[in-house]
């Protein structure tokens, strides 16, 4: 063993001692030590997983800055990062050495990486140098440790579009986000500088204290001979005062064991809120690492009752209400969403408070699509955010008000254009969309002539289509709530305006033109350009044949009844891509984690392993589900399948492992799957917990032979939020071959549409 291996290992076993003594920690994992957030750091074809070190749902967040986990080196130490994905605001950067080598980023080689999702620890090869972080809510802390060198110290502090200012121990400064809206920092050190000032070709000019515009930059020179230092920082939207107050609130001395563990224990406390039992130390890692990744979106950004929205440009009382932001619900809708109803409600209903503020806030009252810290950058398609309203409602959330809610969804689907990826209000092609019930697609070879469609994105005339048609059911059940009978029956039967872009003789979902004729010819795996988007979106034909996902009864009828649905289904996972894999992903770049046709790498995918349920043969999808969770999401650096939205895969991989699916947002009820553990406990609230249980379990035993919930004989493939949420115990009994008859029957088929009486 080397001496900076011998080191880092006594480090991890003197700082592993000391947070158990803190918290009195018994031998043994806790939750939070399944957790790896390595697993996705190397993407399968778009954008990997970052190692995020946060709390939950909190303003601040960071991961070493660096393409993905083969990078070479890291860019500097990351202060925050303050967009899901994107690159870090403001860069701390040690240097050891002559001044002549400053500059305004350090890149470091790197080894003896550790993270943990409230620490992080990493040896900066190139000079010697250790760095220890962890986070609190809004601040953070660094210690810094040179035990090697005699050579200078010196700590940088970059603004890449801003301002800095340096006071002795003390810098301040922001940096521009754009869209009005700013990142405030105010940091101290524990040491006193020698000298500080700004950085300016390489040379740090003690005449100057404060820099603005691009790199704006300050360095402080530290004594000879200096071992550590320790920083500590504060973070703010709203200004470097608000930075420093929030840095005094949590974090008012340099010790970072305690902040660290305060951390650990938050981190514990918010996973154990699913209990899990099995024999599989792989999957239990990749369950707590998908429950940990559900929590980097949305973040609170109210800080001591006020926050700041760039939706408006100003600064808000937030009432005792906080306000999040940073969510991209195309993808968060499905799964996300609906997780957070059943272990963070409150939460939730905090969530849907600020999409109702956000779109009082906006020029138009209209509910956002992808909130982020900068405003809504109105990226993807549809208007979503009616869904996460409606499945909160039907799932007893009554922390909102469902009327404001109705509007701000109504206006965003009506006067908003549907057009992908544009914030203009609507036009021909709404008009268009509002009299026929489907957005036409353009011929082959036809230009686009109208202004609010994305060169780029074009009209994805199927996906918007289908999407939309989701969004007025939604609606209509929101309308039906609120005693609005006419908007209700009038969006209800909107909602099954799917019919009209259904080709009954290839019984696939097909792009139709302005004059009602199907767009030919047209190949279902290949046809729309680049993501289909001329037809689709990100995913070809075979995804969107399933897309119904307020009526799939329906559309198990359109198919030609359960056995065809069924059969269809398998058919998808079987057929070859017909196109040699680096031709298919020049087309399909998020197409991935790929089954024949099925993408389980793209979140128009996650519901379809689900939907045998409907056809009457639930042992298929507990074979499929099973064996989707087994090929694509496991304990290694390309564990994840696709772009991991903050939740919006691996809420797939939460729901799926419990053995249960909200394959219907909207509907408050759960489609059964196949559960992984031996016993999950969901801490509901109350005092109470829900329980999946299952009797003659080992790792290999997928299928289901029989059911009992709380103590009944179940033979129904779903179950209600109802009964979830009353608490007791769903208990499976399983087995290596497959039931066929249990929960077959027509009795037994989930709802669609709405909820039995």
Not at 38 to 45: D, F, P, V
Not at 120 to 126: A, G, M, S
Not at 223 to 235: D, L
């Given at each position: 063993m080397t001496k900076k291996s011998a080191f880092t290992f006594l480090f991890i076993l003197s700082f592993a001692s000391l947070l158990a003594k803190a918290q009195n920690v018994?031998?043994?994992?806790?939750?939070?030590?399944?957790?790896?957030?390595?697993?996705?750091?190397?993407?399968?074809?778009?954008?990997?997983?970052?190692?995020?070190?946060?709390?939950?749902?909190s303003l601040l967040r960071v991961y070493p800055e660096r393409a993905d986990f083969t990078g070479n080196q890291v860019s500097g130490l990351p202060v925050i990062v303050t967009s899901h994905r994107g690159a870090s605001a403001f860069n701390l950067s040690p240097y050891l050495g002559e001044e002549s080598g400053l500059n305004n980023v350090v890149n470091y080689g790197y080894d003896n990486e550790i993270v943990k999702p409230y620490f992080?620890?990493?040896?900066?090869?190139?000079y010697g140098i250790n760095v220890q972080f962890a986070p609190s809510h809004q601040s953070a802390i660094y210690q810094i440790a040179f035990p090697n060198s005699e050579k200078q110290a010196y700590l940088i502090l970059n603004s890449r579009n801003g301002e800095m200012k340096v006071d002795g121990n003390t810098v301040s400064g922001y940096q521009s986000l754009g869209n009005n809206t700013r990142?405030?920092?105010?940091?101290?050190?524990d040491l006193k500088p020698v000298l500080t000032g700004i950085l300016t070709a390489q040379k740090l000019n003690s005449d100057i204290k404060a820099a603005s515009g691009k790199d704006a930059c300050v360095a402080l020179k530290y004594?000879?001979?200096?071992?550590?230092?320790?920083?500590?920082?504060?973070?703010s939207f709203i200004s470097i005062e608000q930075a420093k107050r929030n840095l005094q609130r949590e974090i008012k001395d340099y010790n970072i064991e305690k902040v660290a563990g305060a951390?650990?224990?938050?981190?514990?406390?918010?996973?154990?809120?699913?209990?899990?039992?099995?024999?599989?130390?792989?999957?239990?890692?990749?369950f707590y690492t998908s429950l940990y990744r559900t929590y980097e979106r949305m973040i609170c950004i109210s800080e001591d009752g006020k926050y700041f929205s760039a939706f408006d440009g100003k600064v808000h009382d937030d009432k005792g209400l906080p306000f999040y932001t940073d969510d991209w619900i195309w993808d968060t809708y499905r799964a996300t969403h609906p997780l957070r109803a059943i272990i963070e409600p409150e939460k939730e209903q905090h969530m849907i408070n600020s999409f109702i503020r956000m779109a009082e806030q906006m020029e138009n009252f209209w509910m956002p699509t992808f909130p982020e810290i900068n405003g809504d950058s109105r990226r993807m398609n549809s208007n979503h955010g009616v869904a996460t309203v409606i499945d909160a409602y039907n799932k007893g959330l009554r922390g909102f008000d469902l009327e404001k809610a109705y509007l701000a969804c109504k206006?965003?689907?009506?006067?908003?254009?549907?057009?992908p990826w544009s914030p203009k209000k609507a036009g021909a092609l709404d008009s268009f969309y509002k009299e026929h019930g489907y957005i036409p697609a353009l011929p082959p070879g036809e230009q686009e002539t109208i202004p609010e469609v994305h060169s780029w994105e074009k009209r994805q005339p199927v996906a918007v289509t289908l999407g939309t048609v989701y969004d007025e059911w939604c609606l209509s059940k929101i309308a039906k709530i609120l005693g609005k009978e006419n908007d209700a029956a009038y969006f209800a039967q909107r909602s099954l305006n799917y019919h009209k872009v259904f080709n009954t003789e290839t019984k696939f979902f097909h792009p139709k033109d302005k004059d009602g004729k199907f767009i030919e010819p047209f190949d279902y795996r290949f046809s729309g350009g680049i993501g289909a988007r001329e037809a689709y979106d990100e995913n070809n034909g075979w995804v969107y044949r399933w897309d119904v996902q307020h009526n799939i009864g329906d559309l198990v009828k359109m198919m030609g009844g359960r056995d065809s649905f069924v059969n269809e289904l398998e058919r998808m996972y079987s057929t070859p891509l017909g196109k040699g894999r680096p031709d298919f992903h020049h087309m399909f770049g998020d197409h991935t984690g790929i089954v024949g046709q099925y993408s389980m790498g793209n979140e128009p995918s996650m519901h379809i392993p689900y939907l045998y349920n409907y056809g009457g043969q639930p042992w298929r999808t507990q074979k499929r589900v099973r064996s989707l969770l087994t090929q694509w999401f496991r304990n290694d650096l390309m564990g994840i399948p696709g772009d991991e939205d903050g939740g919006g895969l691996t809420s797939f991989v939460v729901f799926s492992s419990l053995g249960f699916y909200p394959i219907t947002p909207g509907l408050p009820m759960y489609v059964i799957g196949a559960p992984m553990f031996k016993n999950a406990k969901i801490d509901i609230g109350n005092g109470k917990t829900f329980e999946v249980s299952c009797l003659n379990y080992s790792p290999e035993n997928k299928f289901i032979q029989s059911a009992k919930l709380n103590g009944k004989v179940w033979n129904k493939s779903w179950f209600s939020h109802k009964e979830l949420m009353r608490g007791g115990k769903l208990e499976f009994v399983m087995g290596k071959h497959p039931n066929k008859l249990w929960a077959s029957t027509e009795d037994a088929l989930p709802p669609s549409f709405s909820m039995p009486d």
């Open positions: 018994k031998p043994g994992k806790e939750p939070v030590d399944y957790v790896n957030p390595y697993i996705g750091n190397i993407s399968h074809l778009l954008v990997p997983t970052y190692p995020t070190i946060h709390l939950p749902n992080y620890q990493v040896d900066l090869d190139d990142v405030f920092v105010y940091m101290e050190t004594p000879s001979n200096t071992k550590q230092i320790k920083v500590r920082y504060g973070i951390g650990r224990s938050i981190w514990n406390k918010t996973l154990n809120k699913i209990a899990i039992e099995g024999d599989n130390e792989n999957q239990k890692t990749v206006n965003a689907i009506t006067q908003k254009t549907l057009a």
